[in-house]
Each structure stands twice: as C-alpha cells, then as structure tokens.
C-alpha cells in the first residue's frame, strides 16, 4: 500500500493565523483527500484534490477557509486559515487504494490545537 | 442524511476472547464496507473490507455483511491487549465517497 508522510505532526497556533499542512505520497496517485477528525467524532472528508485542477469541496468547507494546493501527482498541502478554537483538530490526508477495491491510506495526521 | 452507526464502547473484553463490534448503516446502495483500527493518537489503518453478504475471514478477523439488514460487524478471535483500539466502520456510498462511524472503543483486558 501507498506510504504517506504527512507534516508537521502537530503544532499549537494562535488563533487568526494560518497553517499549511503537506503530504507527500511515495507513488502517483489521481485524487488525494483531506479529512478532519475532531475530538470525538468521526472523519469527516473537507476536499478531495486532483492534479491540474480545483479541488472540490464538501458541504460546510469553503476554499477561502482550506485552501488546497496538488502540484503534481505525489504532493498536496491544505492551508487552515484564520484560525479558532474550532479549528482545533486532526487533519488527516489520503489516497484511495487501486480505485476503491482496497479502501482509503491515510497519512500520519496532523493534530492542530488553536489557542 | 446518509449515516453509519456503531455503539461508542468502551467494550471490554478478557484477554483470549471475542470481540464483537457492530455497525449499521442507512444508504441501501452501498457496496462497500471497511473496518479500520485506530489507536490513540494515531491515524486510522485498514484492517478489513468486504463488499458481499456472508463472511470474510483474515486471520484473527472476521468481517460480516448483510445487506438486507443493512449492517456489518467485525469479530475479532483470541483477543490480545494490542487490540485495544478505536475501530471505524466505513461504508462507501459513492465514488470517493465514504461515511464513517463514530468508533467503538475496544479494551482487552490482560
């Protein structure tokens, strides 16, 4: 399965300011997708990326708040901006195993504490 | 509101014995089904998938699904302390598209 390393691991940050969070993939892959998991809920899928386009946002995120770069097929960031509290969570990216058949891989988390 | 199901736990088990975990979901065109186990602080890692009725056994885990019913659960045999962790049901509901439960929490008890 595909080896993703994810950066920074955590940070603690103030609130108004932004964090770019990078995932770097060890094969190519088309689609890439960042979760977040707050406390004590489930994952919740924010966007999914594809090379050489916009990437497509689910119900209740905004590309102002998470904006998503995919510069080639290896690599993406998500940038949280102008933090708060309640953005205090883990963001977690993924890629999709051979289409689907074998489920997602997920990165190695980036848990980000507001204050 | 596409939803999955799973009772938050903690469930404990002794050491040795099995474990049972349970899910429900409510999008009757789902096709495919995943088990993932996540320890604290840790990310989510896939243990199980299984897309037909009836069962799927790997190892010490065994996935089940019936679709009638709309539910998939998750035995694990010969419980160990190393399983103590949150384990995630996931139902794809479309392409590239997944709802997770909430977890339950899993504690084998040395």
């Known amino acids: 399965s595909a080896v993703i390393s994810q950066k920074p691991s955590r940070d603690i940050c103030q609130r108004g300011t932004s964090l770019t969070i990078q995932c770097q993939v060890d094969?190519?892959?088309?689609?890439m997708f960042w979760y977040r998991q707050q406390p004590g809920q489930s994952l919740t899928l924010i966007a999914t990326?594809?090379?050489?386009?916009?990437?497509?946002?689910e119900s209740g995120f905004v590309i102002d708040k998470f904006p998503i770069s995919r510069p080639n097929l290896t690599f993406s960031t998500l940038t949280v901006s102008n933090m708060s509290p309640e953005d205090s969570s883990i963001y977690l990216c993924?890629?999709?195993?051979?289409?689907?058949?074998?489920?997602?891989?997920f990165g190695s988390g980036t848990r980000l504490t507001v204050v | 509101q596409k939803e999955v199901e799973q009772n938050s736990g903690p469930l404990s088990v002794p050491e040795g014995a099995i474990a049972s975990l349970n899910c429900t979901y409510s999008?009757?065109?789902?096709?495919?089904f995943f088990w993932y186990r996540q320890y604290s602080g840790k990310s989510p890692e896939l243990i199980m998938s299984?897309?037909?009725?009836g069962d799927k056994e790997d190892g010490r885990f065994t996935a089940q699904l019936n679709k009638a019913s709309q539910y998939v659960s998750l035995l694990i045999r010969d419980s160990q302390p190393s399983d103590s962790a949150t384990y995630l049901c996931?139902?794809?509901?479309?392409?590239?598209?997944?709802?997770f439960g909430t977890g339950t929490r899993l504690k084998v008890l040395a």
């Open positions: 996931a139902v794809a509901t479309g392409t590239y598209k997944y709802i």
């Open positions: 993924s890629v999709e195993e051979d289409e689907g058949v074998y489920g997602y891989t």
């Open positions: 999008d009757r065109v789902s096709q495919s």
């Open positions: 299984i897309y037909s009725n």
């Open positions: 990326a594809n090379q050489g386009s916009e990437a497509t946002y």
């Open positions: 094969s190519q892959v088309t689609m």
